[in-house]
């Protein structure tokens, strides 16, 4: 290594704890703020993160979104449009993984806690998986099958987290009118 290449790896070592000792000196007052309580610093903070809060979506809008995604997924798959079934298939893990970071842990009836992580974890690591490998088979029956099988699986979470009147069944049309299911032309 070159003395001109030891003093510029030592100026980048010296600028990164730099800015990790800022930001940890930033850490430490914000921490610092929260933890002061009654102050107006305090008060503030508190205020403006609830203001932020108020401002974000809640975990039945990305589940929403996961309806959607699901449900163009069968109509993708029953048309052997397997493009577009992976496309809906990555959005509807996404937005699984969004509705879990929305909120990670929840109380059942009896104030049990579970853990939305866990289940997804569960769900991701056979079903889905399942999903993704008939998907990218291009088997239309392994498809139907893994697609009901991950709707039961769905389903379980619901029934876990006291909410089984939110049942679930393969659509009989798709969500988006718009979007044509046919595999394009010249594929």
Known sequence: ???????RG????????????????????ASWAVAGAGSEESAALRAELDTIKGKLPGQAHAMMDVAYHYDNLWF??????????????NETRSHLRWA??????????QGQEVKL?????????????????AIQAGDREKFAAAYRFTLEACYACHKATDKP?????VP???????????????K
Request: hydrophobic letters at 45%; charged letters at 20%; proline letters at 6%.
């Open 76 to 89: 993708a798959g029953q048309h052997g449009n397997w493009p577009l079934a992976q496309f809906y298939f």
């Open 10 to 29: 030592g100026g980048v070592f010296v600028a990164g704890l730099v800015v990790g000792l800022m930001l940890t000196g930033l850490l430490d007052h």
């Open 165 to 169: 009147y939110l049942t679930l069944h």
């Open 117 to 133: 992580a866990d289940i997804l974890e569960s769900l991701e690591n056979r079903p889905l998986k399942d999903l993704e490998a």
């Open 100 to 109: 879990v970071r929305i909120i990670p842990v929840r109380k059942d009836n």
């Open 172 to 186: 009989d049309h798709p969500s988006e009118s718009m979007i044509d299911f046919e595999p394009a032309a010249g």
């Open 1 to 7: 290594m070159t003395l001109k290449n030891q003093v």
